[in-house]
């Protein structure tokens, strides 16, 4: 068997022993190398060229996000970064996974040693996906500037019918799955119905998440709070750590956040959401499977299919990880597979009632 082959990149001795240690135990991955700083890093890399490296956010003499640019622009590999518990280091860690790192594991400040022990299930689950996602070279220059609406463009939108109002959006993503959302957001009109996001996401990250989905969008982006209603022309995010799902409270749907035990080992869950938009949209919820690992919100999705909602998934070309994508199509829930720039455009149309192009439809 060949192992998968990791370069460990953290200017702490400590945090470098104890990810080395527990890469080791895996049978099936080899730490091959261990770096303090970026620079030692690049000749590591040339010289063994392993299949994942972990990157840390804050390193000396080179930062983590100059190094990964540089990287993903020149060799392009599979990335995961090692980030701190804070706003800062949610703030850094996103834009490194807009540049094209897969994932990310979030360290603790303090108790580093038993921190990173609690995690080395999802540490090496994570290397595991990153050396099999797709991972894209990050263009030189500039980055582009597709986030945000070309002048001129507002007009072009129709208004989207009245009845549209009814409807809800359920996205569900994992790996690869911030940039995904990004793509499917940022075009959605100001009128948009109601949108309602489970992204897998731990604490302390969803806040940092919505608060930059918001200053794309036109639509209003905010982490979901217990008991609101969920309006048009406003997205909802799963906090990290805690489920998101909906209920009805008169004519109104309202938002239900709650710590109930981990579903398909997630918590938030897209099986939580999802089975709620069955139960409760049916017919006027609109489905949206993105990237990710695993098989978490397929059966869900096919529950919504059967109460009578339309369903997009990824393409696999497209995708970062084609996991949770490829089980919602193996459990029959897609209407339609689309490339990931198609999706937006789908649904609008959809909404609009008028044609959006060619389509892969099941």
């Given at each position: 068997m060949n192992k998968i082959r990791v370069v460990v990149v953290d200017d702490s001795a400590l945090v470098r022993s104890l990810l080395s240690e527990i890469i080791n135990r895996q049978p099936d991955m080899q730490c091959v190398g261990a770096a303090s700083d970026p620079l030692v890093a690049r000749e590591m890399i040339r010289e063994l060229n392993p299949d994942v490296i972990t990157l840390d956010v804050e390193m000396p003499r080179m930062d983590g996000l100059e190094f990964l640019s540089r990287l993903m622009r020149l060799r392009p590999m599979p990335v995961?970064?090692?980030?701190?518990?804070?706003?800062?280091?949610?703030?850094?860690?996103?834009?490194?996974?807009?540049?094209?790192?897969?994932?990310?594991?979030?360290?603790?400040?303090?108790?580093?040693?038993?921190?990173?022990?609690?995690?080395?299930?999802?540490?090496?689950?994570?290397?595991?996906?990153?050396?099999?996602?797709?991972?894209?070279?990050?263009?030189?220059?500039?980055?582009?500037?597709?986030?945000?609406?070309?002048?001129?463009?507002?007009?072009?939108?129709?208004?989207?019918p009245r009845m549209s109002t009814e409807k809800v959006i359920c996205i569900g993503a994992s790996t690869g799955g911030t940039e995904a959302i990004r793509e499917v957001l940022v075009p959605m009109p100001a009128d948009a119905p109601a949108i309602v996001i489970t992204q897998h996401m731990p604490p302390g990250f969803t806040t940092s998440f919505a608060a930059r989905l918001n200053g794309l969008c036109k639509i209003q982006v905010q982490e979901a709070v217990h008991g609101q209603r969920i309006l048009p022309g406003h997205a909802y995010i799963a906090p990290g750590g805690r489920h998101l799902h909906i209920d009805r409270s008169g004519s109104n749907y309202v938002a239900v956040v709650d710590d109930s035990e981990p579903v398909n080992r997630h918590r938030p869950s897209v099986e939580v959401l999802f089975r709620s938009a069955a139960r409760v949209i049916g017919p006027n919820a609109i489905g949206i499977m993105l990237t990710g690992m695993g098989a978490d919100g397929a059966q869900a999705m096919r529950e919504m299919k059967d109460a009578g909602s339309y369903n997009y998934v990824q393409d696999e070309a497209s995708c970062v990880v084609f996991g949770m994508p490829r089980m919602a199509i193996q459990a029959g829930a897609a209407h339609e597979i689309l490339a990931l720039r198609q999706i937006a455009p789908a649904v609008l149309a959809r909404l609009a009632d008028s044609p959006a192009g060619v389509r892969h439809r099941i």
């Amino acid at each position: 068997m060949n192992k998968i082959r990791v370069v460990v990149v953290d200017d702490s001795a400590l945090v470098r022993s104890l990810l080395s240690e527990i890469i080791n135990r895996q049978p099936d991955m080899q730490c091959v190398g261990a770096a303090s700083d970026p620079l030692v890093a690049r000749e590591m890399i040339r010289e063994l060229n392993p299949d994942v490296i972990t990157l840390d956010v804050e390193m000396p003499r080179m930062d983590g996000l100059e190094f990964l640019s540089r990287l993903m622009r020149l060799r392009p590999m599979p990335v995961v970064m090692v980030s701190t518990l804070t706003e800062q280091g949610a703030e850094i860690t996103l834009r490194a996974l807009e540049m094209g790192a897969v994932d990310f594991v979030a360290k603790p400040r303090i108790g580093v040693t038993s921190g990173l022990n609690e995690l080395s299930g999802d540490i090496v689950e994570k290397i595991r996906v990153a050396a099999k996602a797709l991972v894209r070279r990050l263009p030189s220059g500039p980055a582009p500037a597709a986030s945000v609406p070309a002048a001129g463009h507002e007009g072009h939108h129709r208004p989207l019918p009245r009845m549209s109002t009814e409807k809800v959006i359920c996205i569900g993503a994992s790996t690869g799955g911030t940039e995904a959302i990004r793509e499917v957001l940022v075009p959605m009109p100001a009128d948009a119905p109601a949108i309602v996001i489970t992204q897998h996401m731990p604490p302390g990250f969803t806040t940092s998440f919505a608060a930059r989905l918001n200053g794309l969008c036109k639509i209003q982006v905010q982490e979901a709070v217990h008991g609101q209603r969920i309006l048009p022309g406003h997205a909802y995010i799963a906090p990290g750590g805690r489920h998101l799902h909906i209920d009805r409270s008169g004519s109104n749907y309202v938002a239900v956040v709650d710590d109930s035990e981990p579903v398909n080992r997630h918590r938030p869950s897209v099986e939580v959401l999802f089975r709620s938009a069955a139960r409760v949209i049916g017919p006027n919820a609109i489905g949206i499977m993105l990237t990710g690992m695993g098989a978490d919100g397929a059966q869900a999705m096919r529950e919504m299919k059967d109460a009578g909602s339309y369903n997009y998934v990824q393409d696999e070309a497209s995708c970062v990880v084609f996991g949770m994508p490829r089980m919602a199509i193996q459990a029959g829930a897609a209407h339609e597979i689309l490339a990931l720039r198609q999706i937006a455009p789908a649904v609008l149309a959809r909404l609009a009632d008028s044609p959006a192009g060619v389509r892969h439809r099941i």
